[in-house]
């Protein structure tokens, strides 16, 4: 058995492929050295359990009053936010800046098993947790037919 998961770097033309439509995306453009895009990469896992879609975000020095999560029409699940940027001094003297500011936002198309008048969401250090329920499988129903003759 292979501990990697077989949507990574494993092909399946019949899996759902929620970033199709969705590339990650950036809400606004630097506008100073002090200020970046490399929140866009904000690094988000999406895994599925027999109940749940959950997704987890690290978003490290981030407080919960500034990320939103949204669901849009056609079950799109958006997260989005800011870092603000860090106050400057006019005496400091920056010799590195590697930490990213800025705002970002991803998006996920959910599948049509995510019940989404049911989302919740919490934050414990600095890692977002979004759970999407997941509507129970119908069982098709299988009638035997008198066969006459």
């Known amino acids: 058995m292979s501990l990697i998961p077989s949507w990574f770097g494993g ?3 019949d899996a759902f492929d929620p970033f199709k439509d ?3 995306s950036s809400l606004s453009a630097p506008t ?4 970046n895009s490399a929140l866009v990469t904000t ?10 879609h959950v997704f987890k975000a690290d978003l490290p020095g981030i407080k919960k009053e500034e990320v939103k ?3 849009e ?3 799109v699940l958006q997260i989005s936010g800011e870092r603000k940027v860090d106050k400057e001094d006019k005496n400091d003297k920056w010799h590195r ?9 991803r998006r996920f198309r959910l599948p049509e098993n995510a019940k989404v008048g049911q989302v919740k969401a919490s934050m ?5 947790t979004v759970t999407v329920p997941k509507a129970e499988e119908k069982k098709p129903e299988v009638k035997a037919v008198d066969i006459s003759g």
């Open 11 to 13: 092909r399946r033309s």
């Open 22 to 24: 969705f590339p990650s």
């Open 32 to 35: 100073s050295f002090r200020e």
């Open 43 to 52: 690094s988000i896992d999406w895994r599925e359990t027999p109940g749940a």
């Open 69 to 71: 999560v949204e669901i």
């Open 73 to 75: 029409d056609d079950r």
């Open 97 to 105: 800046v590697e930490r990213s500011s800025g705002k970002f936002m």
């Open 124 to 128: 414990e250090n600095g890692v977002l």
